[in-house]
């Protein structure tokens, strides 16, 4: 058993990385599903998206030929459309709620069909929002935002389009946050995620300064006397501990670093182990270890302390895991990390049992005593991401465990307004986009009163 870079053809690796969700081939093909929509009143999937995308006109614009008015329709909502046609978990959000689903059939392909507008806008470099005039009570108004993921971005757009000037101050050398470097390669290329923020930037009116990081040569409190308002956005960004014996060897990992890693460096630098233990159930484990796989480790198995019934996440990405030849052991926790000459050599796991409900109706896990052990040269840990709450309390948030505490995105402290996974705790990208969009609305509210 080993930990080894490289272990794959350049041609097995772009079969394996290869677009998870392909996009329509022709026109025609779109326009039969897109003629599918009942283009219903009152439509369940507009109210299932966070952002509010009027699902039914994009799609009748497809009917009528009119893309350029489909991807605005589209972009209007929600300015990373084109990335949340790729990343979106829809099985639980718009085509979850399509109406054929009640009729036993599948429902309207509303990604793919977003994707279908949204990628032909960006390839054709469409501009299809002008910037207002500024105001002039907003003239000499200068806002910051910290943090260039989603919710900074569409806080950045929403506010360049009312004519407002945005500088963003983000860490990383790249923007996109974690859509450029959390997310599955399976799903978003590095490339398109690149060209999704020059498109977003192309309206103008937006700095970004890279190499800027809060905590380190930035200060909220210089920065609050620099701006009219400041939406802070920096995301969540660590991984959750095990606490487990053996954590420290070599060969444990965190599934963001693993992901970073992938996104970052490319698929034939990234060790893998011939045998690899995922922790956790939720997207970011999926995402580890369907990749851990695709990478080409030999055997994968993911571990989850409770059952698929509580698992976060959802039915179509275990099925992802499930073809990806991932083995699940449900009910298993891990206890302890056995190491041989400082490497991981195997993964002690205690077996457990739910609890009755308690009034929440959650049951816990509770350990039976009885134990399993796995053979495995590579663990990843992905079981959840921690607040940043030192720099949250440091710099004063009223915070809940590290996430900021916001009334409809003003924070505790004058001109600062937050969003996204810092204040939700993390959630998905179309979240994020809607925080950013409702922190744009409440800075402009909050400028304009000035
Ligand atoms: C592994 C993984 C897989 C995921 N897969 C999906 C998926 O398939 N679909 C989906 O919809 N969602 C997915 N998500 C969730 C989604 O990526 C996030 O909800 C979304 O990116 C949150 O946007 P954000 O702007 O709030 O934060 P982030 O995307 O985290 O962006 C925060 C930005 O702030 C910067 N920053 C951080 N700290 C500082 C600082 N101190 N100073 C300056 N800048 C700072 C960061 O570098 C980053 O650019 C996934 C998350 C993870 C971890
Ligand atoms: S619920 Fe389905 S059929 Fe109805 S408008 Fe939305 S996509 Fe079309």
Request: hydrophobic share 40%; proline share 4%.
């Amino acid at each position: 058993m080993s930990i080894e870079s490289n272990r794959l053809s350049p041609k097995q690796y772009a079969h394996n990385f290869a677009d998870f969700h392909p996009p329509f081939e022709t026109h025609d093909a779109a326009l039969v599903e897109a003629n599918r929509c009942l283009f219903c009143y009152d439509a369940p999937c507009i109210k299932a998206c966070p952002t509010s995308i009027n699902v039914p006109k994009f799609i009748k614009q497809i009917t009528t030929d009119n893309i350029k008015g489909s991807a605005h329709t589209i972009f209007l909502s929600n300015i990373m459309g084109a990335g949340c046609g790729k990343v979106c978990p829809v099985e639980k959000l718009c085509e979850g709620s399509c109406v054929f689903n009640l009729m036993d059939e599948p429902p309207i392909p509303i990604a793919k069909l977003q994707r279908y507008s949204t990628e032909i806008a960006m390839k054709k470099d469409w501009k299809l929002f002008t910037r207002k005039v500024t105001p002039e009570g907003l003239k000499a108004k200068k806002v910051a935002i910290i943090g260039a993921g989603p919710a900074g971005l569409s806080c950045a757009h929403m506010l360049s389009r009312e004519g407002v000037d945005v500088t963003i101050f983000e860490k990383d050398e790249k923007a996109g946050g974690l859509m450029t470097y959390g997310i599955a390669a399976y799903k978003v290329t590095p490339a398109f995620c690149a060209d999704e923020v020059r498109y977003i930037l192309s309206i103008g009116g937006i700095n970004i300064k890279y190499g800027q990081e809060l905590g380190r040569n930035l200060r909220l409190d210089i920065m609050q006397k620099d701006y009219d308002a400041v939406y802070v956005s920096i995301g969540v960004g660590l991984a959750r501990q095990l606490d487990i014996e053996g954590e420290e060897l070599e060969g444990v990992i965190d599934a963001i670093s693993f992901i970073y890693d992938i996104r970052s460096k490319g698929f034939s630098k990234v060790p893998v182990g011939d045998r690899v233990a995922v922790i956790g159930m939720g997207m970011t484990a999926i995402d580890a270890a369907t990749q851990a796989r695709r990478l080409g480790a030999k055997e994968v198995t993911i571990l989850y302390r409770r059952t698929q019934e509580e698992m976060p996440c959802t039915e179509v990405e275990l099925d992802i895991a499930k073809l990806d030849g991932c083995k699940i052991i449900w009910l298993a926790a891990p206890k302890e990390i056995i190491g041989v000459n400082g490497k991981v050599h195997s993964l002690i796991a205690d077996v457990m049992e739910l609890d009755t409900p308690d009034e929440t109706g959650r049951r816990a896990p509770l350990k039976t005593g009885r134990q399993i052990v796995l053979e495995v040269d590579m663990i990843i840990k992905a079981a959840g991401q921690m607040p940043f709450e030192s720099l949250i309390t440091e710099n004063d948030f009223e915070n809940l465990r590290g996430k900021i505490v916001s009334n409809n995105t003003a924070t505790n402290l004058e001109g600062i307004f937050a969003g996204g996974d810092c204040v939700n705790g993390g959630k998905e990208v179309v979240d994020a986009v809607q925080a950013g969009k409702d922190g744009a609305a409440a800075i402009l509210l909050y400028i304009s009163q000035q």
